[in-house]
Nanobody, 117 residues
Framework: QVQLVESGGGLVQAGGSLTLSCAAS????????MAWFRQAPGKDREFVAS????????SYADFVKGRFTISRDNAKNTVYLRLNSLKPEDTAVYYC??????????WGQGTQVTVSS
């Protein structure tokens, strides 16, 4: 079973930036799509972005609108999410997840992002 550990969250002012990291254990990291989700208080968890095995293909939620960038470094077993032009509504716990077929079968513990106005 893979372990995913997120880091990089914090408190930032509106308009600021953060880079989240998700380190994965195991040798098969490059065999899986990886994704980021987020969950704001009182709301359902929602998809943010995903990246293919090689990093050559990415997908984003509409609300990202060019502000976020997902990437990965398979040599380091790490996936990143660069958050730019942050808004207060981006405040949430951000989770990384591994996609196994049609399902996301492994999740990290999450990292809190708080954006102040």
């Amino acid at each position: 079973q893979v372990q995913l550990v997120e880091s990089g969250g914090g408190l930032v002012q509106a308009g600021g930036s953060l880079t989240l990291s998700c380190a994965a254990s195991g040798r098969t990291f490059s065999s899986y799509y990886m994704a980021w989700f987020r969950q704001a208080p009182g709301k359902d968890r929602e998809f943010v972005a995903s990246v293919s095995w090689s990093g050559g293909s990415t997908s984003y939620a509409d609300f990202v609108k060019g502000r976020f960038t997902i990437s990965r470094d398979n040599a380091k077993n790490t996936v990143y999410l660069r958050l730019n032009s942050l808004k207060p509504e981006d405040t949430a716990v951000y989770y990384c997840a591994r996609r196994n077929g049609p399902q996301y079968d492994s999740w990290g513990q999450g990292t809190q992002v708080t954006v102040s106005s």
